[in-house]
């Protein structure tokens, strides 16, 4: 509020209010002593248009004086302004920043008080010295030596402001003179004697003396005041008091203040009402101000006239002619306004631009908060500490996983030393300094393989990425492919060789790429199996993940011959192979006996096996919940013949290498042609069951003759069996392999090296795809889980009415996971007379996710290779029904003479024994053999009848291109 009626030509004196409000002065405001000494309410005492800090200042034309009024946050009104609108989210380290730039904001616009006036008014809260004001002194003055140059050059450059006018040669009007303002609260009320008024003065001019000295002795000690005048910040008065004490009494409203900001502190719970106060004490504190006024307008005119007349020059802490004179310099209200607006400019908008002022509030910054600088300074040293406390035994290459193990611990102990505002800020630069050290050539490449094992390879390019989108970013890692450095031993697809193998990242590696690259290995090959894949081009079409149309597709049902001896339409037919090499035709003759035609295939019915798709291919393996139609890329199955059947040898066993000792024989599995449940295993195993059929009861084979001299006769005759050798192999990482007649059940051999085991159990079984081998883990004793990744078979010869058949389907992930399966989905018929190995998939994967082995055991056992593995399918002439056995007809009459009467004359068996005795049999066994010769004469009268049907169609296996 400016005065604008008198002249303003006049030189002027400028009188400055800085420092603190009391809780119990009016409405909480220093600002009421000018507007008593003044008698004019020139300054607002209740209203707060902002936050900010800022000034007021009234032109008193008739004493020739300007008051400024300084409004900060160390006015009580304008602290509970700034709590009430501050935010309920602001955190520890947002307040500090908050309160360090209110303090930097309150240190700028003092200096401009202490720059452009000649008393300084600093305002106390109580009757005592506040020691805080020695630090704030220094830093004002340490601002004023930084910023000096900058103002010299804003004046200098006002042209409104000529040197005429002013000269300011040390950045300020003069070196001002202190004036110190303390409170004296009352809190007797009426209670005070008669004639206390009378001692209250004499204490409180005693007070002030006091006060003098303290304040004299502190400035003196810590060298804010000297006999450099020129080179502090501000003097004091020796001829004149400089300590002025008010008597104050609470009142209504700054009780009610009080009771505020109480009422905050308590957790901001409400603002109570103000308190009602004695009448008596309210009129009695009206006379104490009206004598305090004058007493405070006398105290302060004295200084005033003083500046207005000659001055001050030698104000010095000797206070006569050994102190150093200074320039003394008045001005008139336009040139001090000019002055007032080029610097507060020059404050608040000039830094961003100008170098001295950017550098002057960055030392400012730097010592206005000793607590923050010491925090700052215990970060600074333990930060370097807390890194090598990161480095210490790391590894040459770790995880992500491990770095962030390893940085929350360092976090742990840096926060054991830091303390802080800043602690937030070197947490953030530690953490980026340790990522930055991991990322430096530590970082470890984050694939895990198929067998859940992390490659142990630094960050790097895998082939086949180069020229993506994403390797841009990654041009500079070198280009390697994934090694978790652990070896694995493994057989072939036909289980002739072991072979050392990498730890797989790829479906294709672990299920396709080391079985082909070890079957080149082979001297002899196998003739292979070809499951039909996508041969389509690639870049055409495109791939689609497995689980697109869950539950759509389900397992075939049940089928007639597939062995390719019926009539095939070619136009409803899917060519599954191709015509075999002639560099491998010589092999093919050598195990089949057979010489087929080049230009014929094997096909199956379209109504059994889904027309490929030539536009999509399957990402993945094929599982029920695979959309139908689609083939993969490549299979992970794997079906081969090793050779004839004679070339096995029931004693000796399987002579592959890897096999625990005793463990590579085959089960025998006895089978009866003509017994009535022949048939029933016909229509069960020429389908090969499925989906549907997961715990259907599959027809066990009947057993073996067995020599018996008493009883069941008649039936011996038609027990004629045919054996067919089967087996499940399992593998362990280590290369370990043995044979299981049983779920969790090894094969039993007996010293001469036969089988006491039945197939029949292993036929009717849901074999379990994991169990545990017989070594285990050095390090934690823990077992090693072997996989089931073989099946073989050894089938009869082409004389026998039966033929073998597979349906492999493979549960690996328990009740919750699809059914795996080859490829070709029907049965498959194996040709007669020959050892076939089926190997299964290393790895499943339905297309998005590995199905890895379950941890807990309990889960491990519903992983199952179903019981459809192994049928039989009888065949049959076409367009005739079912052959049966018949017997002779002349012994048929005979026999049934005989076992009618249901005994036998012990002569006549005599004299069969004693006929026989003569060729070395018995009369039994006599009668055994002729029967089987005729049973054998009617097997193969049927075989030809067959061939004969069959003429022209053959059943060729080829290997894959």
């Known amino acids: ?269 409400k603002q109570t009402k103000d308190s009602s106060s004695n009448t008596n004490l309210f009129n009695r504190a009206n006379v104490q101000q009206q004598d305090d006024t004058a007493a405070f307008k006398r105290f302060l005119f004295r200084h005033i006239e003083e500046a207005l007349t000659d001055g001050w020059s030698n104000d010095g802490i000797s206070g006569g002619a050994r102190s150093e004179s200074s320039l003394f310099e008045s001005c008139t209200y336009s040139v001090w306004l000019n002055l007032f607006t080029t610097i507060r400019e020059l404050f608040e908008t000039m830094p961003a631009t100008n170098k001295v002022m950017r550098q002057s509030f960055g030392m400012l910054r730097a010592n206005i908060d000793p607590d923050g600088k010491l925090n700052e300074t215990r970060c600074k040293k333990y930060l370097p500490m807390a890194i090598k406390y990161y480095e210490e035994g790391l590894p040459s290459r770790y995880t992500r996983h491990f770095h962030e193990q390893r940085l929350q611990a360092t976090i742990e102990f840096f926060a054991t030393y830091a303390r802080g505002s800043s602690y937030k800020r070197y947490v953030q630069q530690l953490i980026e300094q340790c990522t930055r050290l991991w990322h430096d050539g530590r970082q470890l490449c984050e694939a895990i393989s198929l067998t859940r094992n992390p490659c142990k390879n630094e960050l790097h390019r895998i082939p086949g990425e180069e020229n993506t989108n994403d390797s841009t970013n990654f041009a500079h890692l070198p280009l390697r492919a994934h090694n978790s450095k652990i070896q694995l031993i493994a057989a072939s697809n036909c289980g002739q060789i072991l072979q050392e193998r990498e730890d797989p990242f790829d479906l294709k590696e672990a299920n396709y790429d080391f079985y082909q690259d070890v079957n080149k290995m082979l001297s002899v090959k196998p003739i292979y199996f070809e499951f039909p894949i996508f041969r389509g081009p690639v870049a055409s079409t495109e791939a689609r993940p497995c689980n697109s149309h869950k539950n759509e597709l389900k397992v075939p049902s049940t089928t007639d011959d597939l062995s390719g001896a019926s009539e095939l339409s070619q136009s409803a037919s899917v060519a599954l192979y191709s015509p075999v090499p002639d560099n491998e035709q010589p092999i093919l003759d050598n195990i089949t006996g057979e010489k087929p035609d080049k230009h014929k295939t094997v096909t199956c019915t379209d109504d059994e096996q889904p027309i490929p798709s030539t536009t999509e ?84 084979a009947t057993r073996s003759y067995k020599n018996n001299r008493r009883g069941a006769a008649s039936s011996s005759i038609w027990d004629v069996t045919i054996r067919i050798y089967i087996g499940c192999e399992y593998e362990c990482p280590r290369g370990h392999r043995f044979l299981c007649s049983s779920p969790n059940h090894v094969v039993r051999v007996g010293q001469n090296g036969a089988v006491k085991d039945d197939g029949a159990k292993l036929v009717r079984s849901d074999m379990p795809l994991y169990t545990p081998c017989s070594c285990r883990i050095l390090s934690s004793g823990a077992r090693v ?177």
């Open 1 to 269: 509020m400016v005065d604008d009626s008198g002249r303003k030509e006049n030189r002027l004196c400028i009188v400055s209010l800085i420092g603190k409000s009391t809780l119990f002065e009016q409405q909480c405001n220093k600002s009421w002593k000018f507007n008593q000494l003044i008698q004019i309410p020139a300054f607002k005492e209740h209203c707060v248009l902002n936050n900010e800090d800022d000034f007021e200042y009234y032109y008193d034309h008739l004493n020739n004086t300007i008051y400024i009024h300084l409004r900060s946050f160390h006015d009580t009104y304008q602290l509970l302004h700034l709590i009430d609108n501050i935010n309920d989210d602001t955190s520890i380290k947002n307040f500090a920043q908050l309160w360090e730039h209110k303090q930097a904001n309150f240190i700028k616009k003092s200096l401009i008080c202490f720059l452009l006036s000649h008393i300084i008014v600093i305002s106390h809260s109580s009757h005592t010295f506040d020691l805080n004001y020695l630090r704030f002194f220094r830093i004002i003055e340490l601002l004023r030596h930084k910023t000096k140059s900058a103002i010299l050059e804003a004046i200098r450059s006002h042209s409104g402001l000529k040197e005429t006018d002013v000269m300011m040669s040390d950045g300020r009007l003069c070196v001002p003179r202190a004036l110190f303002i303390f409170e004296n609260h009352h809190h007797k009320g009426n209670d005070l004697p008669s004639g206390g008024d009378r001692d209250d003065d004499q204490k409180l001019i005693n007070m002030a003396l006091s006060l003098e000295d303290i304040i004299f002795n502190a400035l003196r000690c810590s060298y804010v005041i000297s006999n450099q005048i020129n080179s502090a910040l501000f003097t004091i008065a020796h001829k004149q008091p400089f300590v002025f004490i008010h008597r104050c009494y609470k009142e209504s409203s700054s009780l009610g203040q009080t009771q505020k900001l109480l009422g905050i502190l308590q957790g901001f719970v």
């Open 617 to 700: 291919y399957l990402d993945g393996m094929t599982h029920s919940d695979c959309p139908p139609g689609l083939l993969p890329r490549h299979s992970s199955w794997s079906l081969c013949c090793i050779g004839r059947a004679s070339d096995y040898v029931p004693t000796k066993g399987l002579q592959q290498p890897g096999f625990l000792t005793g463990l590579n024989h085959l089960i025998p599995w006895d089978i009866n042609p003509h017994n009535n449940q022949a048939s029933a295993a016909n229509a069960g195993g020429g389908g090969g069951g499925g989906a549907a059929q997961y715990h259907q009861q599959r027809t066990t």
């Open 785 to 961: 889980w072997a996989q089931l990744m073989r099946a073989f078979v050894v089938t009869p010869s082409s004389a026998t009415p039966i033929q073998c058949v597979l349906h492999p389907q493979v549960v690996p992930g328990g009740p919750s996971s699809p059914i795996f399966f080859p490829s070709y989905t029907q049965p498959i018929h194996l040709t007669e007379d020959s050892i076939w190995v089926l190997r299964f998939p290393f790895i499943y994967h339905d297309g998005e996710q590995s199905l890895y082995r379950p941890q807990n055991e309990e889960d491990s056992a519903q992983c199952l290779v179903l019981r459809d593995l192994f049928s039989l399918f009888k065949n049959m002439p076409q367009g005739k029904s079912k052959p049966k056995a018949q017997l002779p007809s002349n012994f048929k009459k005979k026999s049934a003479n005989k076992f009618s009467q249901g005994k036998v004359s012990r002569t006549k068996m005599h004299k069969k024994k004693k006929t026989a005795g003569n060729t070395g049999k018995t009369g039994l066994e006599a009668v055994q053999q002729r029967l089987t010769t005729d049973i054998a004469k009617n097997i193969e009268q049927q075989c030809a009848n067959k061939v004969k049907a069959n003429e022209g169609k053959s059943l060729t296996m080829v290997k894959p291109n």
